[in-house]
């Protein structure tokens, strides 16, 4: 059995979890962290991480930016493996997940759903013949009126994947308002819309000379986000110190 401390487990995203792990009996919850306390779960709830003493083979994040330094300090001192979920991290906390990495198993990933895996794969793919051809490279993502970082992780990473297979080419254009200018050649544009219940949506459009050709991911529950982190907790328990992401848990 795997035993996990949910890290936000009274939010969205932890309580998804919290069901899905109800009927997997290879993985149990043995505690959750969560700031905000006005849920009852079937495990133990803590308001910091900090005060977690409950012995676990895996972490689970998906809570806020500001939590996660903690979260990494929690897991490299007690070496317990981590499934890093939470977006919008800065660079000095990228830095500090890498310090981490040296001590314990780490996990990070923007997206745990297949689809948006098997996407940056396809995207490297396309951008060797179309960004080399001269397409431009533009990013949409759409996610509901409750997400506070912006553009989303998983925008940042397939742009990420784009820029890798142009061999980091290309600067990332987040604002065109600010700027009375043409397009550059090199540039990947982001653009982010929040509204209502919408789960996630990111097209990622290559516009040529005369034609386009569009990739489009659309997450439907937020299921498909819980059951590639259950997968991940059950993949990264035991496991050595180090950086892992989702393309070592399923197969691509
Ligand atoms: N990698 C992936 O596949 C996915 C990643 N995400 C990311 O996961 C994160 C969480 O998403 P979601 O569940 O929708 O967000 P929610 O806001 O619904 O949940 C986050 C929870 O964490 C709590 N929290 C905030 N600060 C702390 C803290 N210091 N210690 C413990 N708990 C804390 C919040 O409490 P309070 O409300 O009181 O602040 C809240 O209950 C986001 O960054 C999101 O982008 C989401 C979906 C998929
Ligand atoms: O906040 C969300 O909801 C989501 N966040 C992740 C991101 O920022 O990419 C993943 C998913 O799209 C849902």
Request: with cysteine; net charge negative.
């Amino acid at each position: 059995m795997v035993r996990v401390i949910m890290h936000g487990c009274n939010g969205k995203m932890g309580q998804v979890i919290t069901r899905i792990i109800e009927e997997d009996p290879e993985v149990e919850i043995v505690a959750g962290v969560d700031a905000y306390m006005g849920i009852t779960n079937t495990y133990p709830v803590v308001e910091s991480i900090e005060k977690c003493d409950i012995p676990a083979d895996v972490v689970i994040d998906f809570s806020n930016a500001a939590a996660v330094d903690g979260v990494l300090d929690y897991c490299a001192e007690r070496r317990i493996p981590v499934v890093l979920c939470t977006t919008g991290l800065s660079e000095t906390q990228l830095q500090h997940m890498e310090e981490a990495a040296k001590e314990t198993a780490v996990l990070k990933s923007a997206n745990m759903s297949l689809g948006i895996n098997l996407l940056m794969k396809l995207l490297k793919d396309a951008a060797k013949v179309l960004g080399t051809a001269g397409f431009d490279v533009e990013i949409v993502e759409k996610h509901h009126n409750q997400k506070v970082d912006a553009p989303s992780g998983t925008a940042l990473a397939l742009a990420d994947s784009v820029n890798e297979a142009l061999e980091e080419a290309c600067t990332y254009n987040f604002d065109r308002s600010k700027d009375r200018k043409k397009r550059e050649k090199n540039e990947i544009g982001i653009a982010a819309v929040r509204g209502g219940t919408i789960v996630g949506e990111h097209e990622v459009i290559f516009a040529g000379t005369d034609e386009v050709i569009e990739f489009k991911h659309t997450a439907y529950s937020k299921a498909i986000f819980g059951k590639g982190a259950v997968e991940a907790a059950k993949f990264l328990a035991g496991k050595p110190a180090g950086r892992y992401d989702m393309s070592d848990v399923i197969q691509l």
